[in-house]
């Protein structure tokens, strides 16, 4: 049986499912300060419709849609990979509802088995449905396309719109007629450019978002506040801020560009060159620009750009050398690994990874560490050396990213762990690009105008 399929992207599973009692279950996916990692995500459409769990009748508001995904993971063993991605969730949940009826579970989702190597009645089975199943990939694609006509025909009657009227949050200069009034005005006269008319979508929305902003005198770039709207004037003229923080993701749904790729942000659809795509055969890489690393301290705060600096940081501030458990150990490439997300995952929750000793802060866990000694000390291999330890702690976790193999062991993991790992799709990226049912809408829709 499959124990587990493939998971788009760089992110291996968005939930976490470890054998702990469940109020130490992480149930979603930690992620260190956005700074570190400015992946887009665009949440999904919701009207107020409750959202149906597909395996019972228990329904959940659409704003609690996390405790709907804790119910499936505790009460079902189910769980639903890369749920960012899924464009109208309640529609989604539906679907798989009315196939869960209709044939087992078991015909649709890939099986986790935890704690494989333990005693038989600690062992737990865990459903995985995720787009390596053909089916679960179009309906996520047929409901991205279904978003996207949304969204079109929604900016359409924004740029046919003759009764917008509005007052301009710089000046109060009162606009009428066309939102591009407006958002030139606002461009010319105040320096402040959210983009082109025709490229924004939810125009009321987002200048409601910026007004409040402002009226909390929060500036619009760096988003500190500040005591008074004079202050705040002079900050965002000083420093150059009238613009919005292109990294803040609160934005992505008013921008059309997010909503043309399944899973891609604006940065990665806009700085793609099809010219380069479809022309260019040759695999020179010498212009390959790697993003800086930003590697977090295991047991700290600590942030460093090279991974050489955080191990000497945590070398020297916490006498933890990964180097020597490395070498001492004898651990491969995947053993590193679970390591890792097992002493994350043990900090997060306050516990000494060495002798389980919970306390109330991770202050006082990491003093804890340096008075027992414990920093250098690791439980019985078989402990932390287990298949749910494949999943990182911390999705943007750049550690994981530094981990090396001395033997370069490239077989993957031990095959008596019982985790086969079904290879990434590689199908040609021109086919894809060229049948893609969204270029197609969209090729279509340029062709009517």
């Not at 900016?155 to 009227?165: A, I, L, N, S, W």
């Not at 059309?256 to 479809?278: H, P």
């Not at 053993?335 to 997300?341: E, G, P, R, S």
Request: hydrophobic share 30%; charged share 30%.
């Amino acid at each position: 049986m499959i124990i587990f399929g493939r998971y788009v992207n760089k992110t291996l599973l968005y939930f976490r499912l470890h054998e702990m009692p469940k109020q130490d279950c992480i149930l979603e996916p930690l992620c260190f300060p956005e700074h570190l990692c400015g992946s887009a995500s665009l949440t999904s459409s919701s009207d107020g419709r409750p959202v149906t769990c597909s395996l019972c009748s228990d329904s959940f508001p659409a704003s609690e849609k996390d405790q709907l995904l804790k119910h499936m993971v505790l009460d079902h063993k189910l769980v639903i990979a890369d749920v960012k991605l899924i464009a109208d969730f309640p529609r989604y949940m539906l679907y798989w509802k009315k196939r869960f009826t209709e044939q087992p579970i078991t015909d649709f989702c890939s099986v986790i088995k935890t704690n494989s190597e333990g005693p038989v009645e600690q062992q737990e089975h865990y459903f995985l449905l995720c787009d390596a199943l053909p089916e679960d990939r179009i309906l996520r694609e047929q409901l991205q396309q279904r978003r996207l006509e949304e969204v079109l025909d929604q900016q359409q009657k924004e740029r046919d719109d003759t009764t917008f009227h509005r007052a301009c949050m710089f000046c109060s200069e009162e606009f009428t007629g066309n939102r591009s009034s407006l958002l030139n005005h606002m461009a010319k006269e105040h320096s402040f450019s959210i983009g082109l008319p025709d490229n924004i979508v939810y125009c009321n929305e987002f200048l409601n978002t910026l007004e409040w902003k402002l009226e909390n005198m929060q500036c619009l770039y760096c988003e500190k506040t500040f005591r008074d709207k004079t202050t705040l004037k002079d900050h965002m003229r000083k420093k150059q801020h009238r613009r919005i923080n292109a990294r803040n993701q609160e934005y992505d749904r008013f921008y059309v560009i997010n909503y043309l790729e399944l899973g891609k942000t604006w940065e990665e659809v806009q700085s793609e060159d099809d010219r380069e795509l479809f022309e260019d055969e040759d695999d020179d890489w010498s212009d390959w620009q790697a993003h800086p690393v930003c590697a977090v301290c295991l047991f700290c705060e600590q942030q460093a750009e090279t991974m050489e600096k955080i191990y000497t940081h945590m070398e020297e501030t916490h006498e933890f050398d990964l180097h020597k458990l490395k070498t001492d150990l004898s651990l491969k490439f995947y053993q590193q690994v679970k390591l890792v997300n097992y002493i994350r995952r043990e900090l997060h929750q306050c516990r000494c990874y060495c002798c389980q000793e919970k306390f109330e802060t991770k202050e006082e866990l990491v003093q804890h560490l340096v008075n027992t000694g414990h920093v250098m000390q690791l439980p019985e291999i078989s402990h932390w050396d287990q298949p749910q330890y494949y999943f990182p702690t911390y999705e943007n976790d750049a550690l994981l990213t530094a981990l090396s193999d001395s033997e370069s062991e490239s077989e993957g993991p031990n095959p008596s762990s019982e985790v086969p790992v079904i290879a990434e799709d590689i199908s040609n990226l021109k086919v894809i690009k060229q049948t893609s049912v969204l270029n197609k809408l969209l090729k279509d829709r340029g062709g009517s105008n």
